[in-house]
T-cell receptor, first 114, second 116 residues
Framework: GDSVTQMEGPVTLSEEACLTI???????????LFWYVQYPGEGLQLLLK?????DKGSNKGFEATYRKETTSFHLEKGSVQVSDSAVYFC?????????????FGQGTILTVHP | DADVTQTPRNRITKTGKRIMLECSQT?????MYWYRQDPGLGLRLIYY???????NKGEISDGYSVSRQAQAKFSLSLESAIPNQTALYFC???????????????FGPGTRLTVL
C-alpha cells in the first residue's frame, strides 16, 4: 500500500540556519505530494504541494521538489525563523481506489531557537 | 470565523461511555474526513465521506462510527470509549474542484480526547 516516511525528529536549529526535512514515499501510479504544517495548538494547514514529477512547490520561503526517480519530496528552507517552529507532515494523495485520501508521514517536530 | 469547526475542543471521559465529536464547515465542500493523531504515528484516517449519501471506512474504523447529517456536518461517535482511543482527533474537508484533481484538505483545530 501507499506509505510516507519522514526523517525522525525532533530537529532543533538556531535562527537563520538552513533546514532540510527528508521525505520519501511509496505509491502506485503518480501521486500528488504535500507538506502540511501544524503550529502549536492548531490544526494542520497546507504549506505547499506538487502534483507531477519535477514540479516545485513553494510557500513562505519553503520549497520542495517532486523527484520521481528517487521517490522523494524533501522540504527545504534557507533561513529558518523562530516562527517556523511547528510539526511538519509530508503526505501523498494517490489515485485509483485511494483517490481523494491522504496518507501522512509520522511528522517531524522543528524547534528554532533565537 | 473559522471555516472548519470542531466541538468540543477538549473532552475527558470514562471507559465505556458513548461520546460524539462534531464537525461543521462553512466552505461548501462535499468531502469530509475524520483522522486521529497519535505521537510518532502521524494522522490516520478513520472515516471519510464524499457526499451526504456516501460513507466509507478508513484505515482504522474499528470502534468508531460516523454520521453525515448534512453537507456541512460530519459527526464521529465512539460507542463505548476505551483508553487506547485517547488521541487528538481532526476533521477535514476538501473540494476536488472543476478539474477533479487531487484536492487540498482543510483541517479543523482538533479535539483532544482523553479516555480514563
Amino acid at each position: 500500500g501507499d506509505s510516507v516516511t519522514q526523517m525522525e525528529g525532533p530537529v532543533t536549529l538556531s535562527e537563520e540556519a538552513c533546514l532540510t526535512i527528508n521525505c520519501t514515499y511509496t505509491a502506485t501510479g503518480y501521486p500528488s505530494l504535500f507538506w502540511y504544517v501544524q503550529y502549536p495548538g492548531e490544526g494542520l494547514q497546507l504549506l505547499l504541494k506538487a502534483t507531477k514529477a519535477d514540479d516545485k512547490g513553494s510557500n513562505k520561503g519553503f520549497e520542495a521538489t517532486y523527484r520521481k526517480e528517487t521517490t522523494s519530496f524533501h522540504l527545504e528552507k534557507g533561513s529558518v525563523q523562530v516562527s517556523d517552529s511547528a510539526v511538519y507532515f509530508c503526505a501523498l494523495a494517490a489515485g485509483g481506489t485511494s483517490y481523494g485520501k491522504l496518507t501522512f508521514g509520522q511528522g517531524t517536530i522543528l524547534t528554532v531557537h533565537p | 470565523d473559522a471555516d472548519v469547526t470542531q466541538t468540543p475542543r477538549n473532552r475527558i471521559t470514562k471507559t465505556g461511555k458513548r461520546i460524539m465529536l462534531e464537525c461543521s464547515q462553512t466552505k461548501g465542500h462535499d468531502r469530509m474526513y475524520w483522522y486521529r493523531q497519535d505521537p510518532g504515528l502521524g494522522l490516520r484516517l478513520i472515516y471519510y465521506s464524499f457526499d451526504v449519501k456516501d460513507i466509507n471506512k478508513g484505515e482504522i474504523s474499528d470502534g468508531y462510527s460516523v454520521s453525515r447529517q448534512a453537507q456541512a456536518k460530519f459527526s464521529l461517535s465512539l460507542e463505548s470509549a476505551i483508553p487506547n482511543q485517547t488521541a487528538l482527533y481532526f476533521c477535514a474537508t476538501s473540494d476536488p474542484g472543476l478539474a477533479g484533481g487531487q484536492d487540498t484538505q482543510y483541517f479543523g483545530p482538533g479535539t483532544r480526547l482523553t479516555v480514563l
